[in-house]
């Protein structure tokens, strides 16, 4: 069974920083792109990053670009969100995603995980 | 950088076939996904390549795509069927491709 499980999340000062973590099993971790997707409270989806399995594609919105990076360790088994310079409007849960094999170009999310809050206030 | 917009919401009564349109340009070119999302979980695939569904979703969940409309068709809606609906692209000559519709409410009567 896939699972991803996402922790770090917390409240946090604006100006500051957090690491979201999200620890995959249940699948071969190594040969899947992920994704990062937050949701801020009462608002609809917003895609924040993607890397490819082999970290050699990275993608980021435009709103988060120049503060967060997205990482991932293949022998660890997880995906990471490092995120500086949060403001108010990061303020969101923040999903871990795969992208699934069979849509294509791997471009949809098959799996998620329940998210992480990460409440951005002084 | 690209745009999916979809109605805020939609109402349907029980055994009612419920539609959900996501506009953007030239999107019958791109294959486009669906979710569901119920309050306090996270979103789940419902439709993927405009109208594949994966394993375990009721075929009563179809999809189409054509010209600058893709649409989510729910038929025979049920109680449960009551979500938020998301539909996604991967623009892959953007430098930043995820994209997600603005959502819709569907509620059941």
């Known amino acids: 069974e896939v699972q991803l499980v996402e922790s770090g999340g917390g409240l946090v000062k604006p100006g500051g920083s957090l690491r979201l973590s999200c620890a995959a099993s249940?699948?071969?971790?190594?040969?899947?792109?992920m994704n990062w997707v937050r949701q801020a409270p009462g608002k609809g989806l917003e895609w924040v990053s993607s890397i490819s399995s082999s970290s050699s594609y990275i993608y980021y919105a435009d709103s988060v670009k120049g503060r967060f990076t997205i990482s991932r360790d293949n022998a660890k088994n997880s995906l990471y969100l490092q995120m500086n310079s949060l403001r108010a409007e990061d303020t969101a849960v923040y999903y871990c995603?795969?992208?699934?094999?069979?849509?294509?170009?791997?471009?949809?999310?098959?799996?998620w995980g329940q998210g992480t809050l990460v409440t951005v206030s002084s | 950088s690209y745009v999916l917009t979809q109605p805020p919401s939609v109402s349907v009564a029980p055994g009612q076939t419920a539609r959900i349109t996501c506009g953007g340009n030239n999107i019958g070119s791109k294959s486009v996904h669906w979710y569901q999302q119920k309050p306090g979980q996270a979103p789940v695939l419902v439709v993927y390549d405009d109208s594949d569904r994966p394993s375990g979703i009721p075929e009563r969940f179809s999809g189409s795509n054509s010209g600058n409309t893709a649409t989510l068709t729910i038929s025979r809606v049920e109680a449960g069927d009551e979500a938020d609906y998301y539909c996604q692209v991967w623009d892959s000559s953007s430098d930043h491709p995820g994209v997600f519709g603005t959502g819709t409410k569907v509620t059941v009567l």
């Open positions: 249940g699948f071969t971790f190594s040969s899947y792109s």
């Open positions: 995603a795969r992208a699934s094999l069979g849509c294509s170009g791997g471009s949809c999310y098959s799996d």
